[in-house]
């Protein structure tokens, strides 16, 4: 509101205040709640890849970046140079598969940089500066998420865009390949979207240094492993029906069974969702994931104190 | 005076800072977790090896038993170098191997009593002729795991993010892909354990003579070397 704001300079008296120690105050344009929320979504993406912080902050997420790279470099070499070699016609990893192969790499990452986003400002109460500004409480916890999502899509998709354009250099059918590349584009926001909702509740609980990125990694690694060894006995035992309920309690088999189910994409799990009922379900799975993520978190900044 | 080797006030204060907040919580979903998924495995295939070997191996001795003595003992000495009210205990005419002996007494009772028993009636439930095995490689695993991540706490103040990818990097995926690890892996050291009691075959050629000494090394090594680290401490600031 300018007009409002350079009125006491205009008059000439200044209205309400304790102690005129002569300074100019600021009498430009004030931007609104958009632009204050553009801004903190930037800095909240430029931070998780240590962009405007110290040197130590960039190390781990560039590593990790770097090492999510290193398997889509490595493929691609192979399939350019060895095509013809090897008689390949598709990619030797299948899009949707590659995130489930590096969800190491990919859980580290988001249990390092959710508490980096979420707990510091509780911890250290820089969140009470933040809403002092025009930014409202639920505005505030949707751009922190967003933030941590975007970074976390750039981590998981950038192997796949290399991937793609190594497969379309090393003439690989361009319509087939492109809509495979933009059916696990798509996996990739609801993987990052789950993993970041996920990440942000249990940081947003976990205050206290470090323990959060114990807790988030507990959460997925416990997760990932309890159900990765229950498709495995499933499948061995002839429970497939078992397994694919299994399947819907880790993001990454959620994830991946549902492009396995919408994009008909090739399966990386023992068990994927057979059936257009089981398909559902994965779908319905997913939703709730993320909108009870975003629904978790919102009422616990609900009880934060500005 | 004798110097005493365990200080019951250090012990009590530190199962009053595990069991604070939101840390006691965590450990109390390990163990669940494990023994749903025993019951569950029981349910579908019985008494299976291949059910047992799954759960009891790479659930209950590659992942459970670290992150328990993890979380256990980043909750000791982490919130206190953390917060800088370790210079109160340090400044107490306590001798610093007693302060970190203390300290891992309670870390172990939590290895005790969230990572080994559970890994006993997970493998009563699964296989009652695994249970020993199994409970007692769960025990010094744990134990060995302690003293090193106590280690890691006095030396960095990043010590649950280096432990954790130690756990990743190291054990889990490295360990998978290189035989070699194995002489240096707790995890595969707890095995060896396990496979001498337990009639099953969880590593290759690693001997007993190298595995349980190696373990007895780690522990009496690192809760050492921490209360070495300890005496010349120095609090340092954040980033």
């Known amino acids: 509101m300018p007009a409002v704001s350079s009125q006491p300079e205009e008059s000439g008296l200044p209205a309400g205040v304790i102690h005129d120690l002569g300074y100019r ?25 240590g962009l405007g912080r110290s040197a130590r902050s960039k190390a781990l997420p560039m590593i990790l970046l770097g090492l999510m790279l290193l398997p889509a470099l490595i493929l691609v070499g192979v399939l350019v140079q060895a095509k013809n070699l090897l ?22 990452f988001v249990a390092a940089q959710a508490p980096a986003l979420i707990s510091r400002d509780l911890r250290f109460r820089t969140i009470t500066l933040y809403l002092a500004r025009p930014m409202r409480r639920a505005v505030y916890v949707l751009v922190r998420l967003a933030s941590l999502t975007v970074a976390t899509f750039v981590l998981i998709a950038a192997p796949l865009l290399l991937m793609y354009l190594g497969g379309l250099l090393a003439d690989l059918p361009p319509g087939r390949e492109t809509g495979r590349f933009l059916g696990a ?39 990932y492993t309890v159900v990765t060894t229950i498709q495995g006995i499933a499948v061995g035992s002839g429970h497939e029906v078992v397994g694919e309920v299994a399947g819907l309690f880790s993001p990454y088999t959620l994830i991946n069974g549902l492009q396995v189910f919408l994009f008909d994409s090739p399966d990386a799990t023992p068990t994927p969702p057979d059936g257009t009922a089981m398909g559902l379900l994965y779908v319905v799975a997913t939703a709730l994931t993320i909108l009870g993520a975003i629904g978790g978190l919102l009422l616990r900044y609900r009880r934060v104190e500005s | 005076m004798r110097p005493q080797t365990i200080s019951r006030t250090i012990v009590r204060l530190g199962a009053q800072s595990i069991f604070g907040r939101w840390r006691g919580a965590l450990l109390f979903v390990l163990p669940v977790v494990l023994i749903g998924l025993s019951i569950l495995v029981r349910g579908l295939i019985g008494h299976e090896e291949m059910g047992a070997r799954h759960a009891l191996d790479g659930l209950g001795l590659t992942v459970i038993v670290p992150l328990v003595a993890l979380l256990a003992t980043s909750g000791l000495l982490a919130p206190e170098i953390d917060d800088g009210s370790i210079s109160y205990l340090l400044a107490k005419p306590i001798s610093r191997h007693t302060i970190v002996a203390s300290k891992l007494v309670v870390a172990a009772g939590c290895v005790l009593a969230f990572a080994a028993v559970p890994v006993l009636i997970a493998a009563l439930i699964l296989r009652p002729s695994y ?17 090193l991540f106590a280690f890691l706490s006095v030396l960095t103040r990043h010590a649950v993010v280096v432990g954790l990818i130690y756990l990743l990097v190291w054990e889990g995926l490295l360990g998978g892909l290189l035989d070699g690890v194995r ?51 120095n609090l340092t600031g954040d980033e």
């Open chain 1, 185 to 223: 584009v798509v996996g990739a926001i609801l993987l990052a979207a789950c993993l970041a909702g996920l990440a942000a509740l249990v940081a947003a609980f976990t205050v206290r240094r470090g323990l959060a990125v114990a807790a988030v990694i507990v959460v997925l690694l416990v997760s």
């Open chain 1, 87 to 108: 008689d390949l016609d598709e990619q030797i990893v299948a899009y949707s598969t590659y995130p489930l192969t590096t969800q190491l790499l990919i859980s580290v």
């Open chain 2, 131 to 147: 249970a020993l095995g199994f409970a007692l490689g769960a025990l010094l695993g744990g134990l060995a795991y302690c003293s």
């Open chain 1, 25 to 49: 105050p600021y009498g430009g344009p004030r931007l609104g709640e958009g632009p204050v929320a553009w801004a903190f979504f930037l800095t909240g993406l430029r931070n998780t890849y």
């Open chain 2, 183 to 233: 002489w240096l892996s707790v995890t595969r050291w707890s095995a060896a354990v396990v496979q001498e009691i337990a009639d099953i075959s969880l590593v290759d050629d690693l001997p007993l003579w190298y595995a349980v000494p190696a373990l007895a090394v780690v522990v009496v090594g690192g809760a050492w070397v921490t209360g070495r680290r300890l005496r010349g401490f």
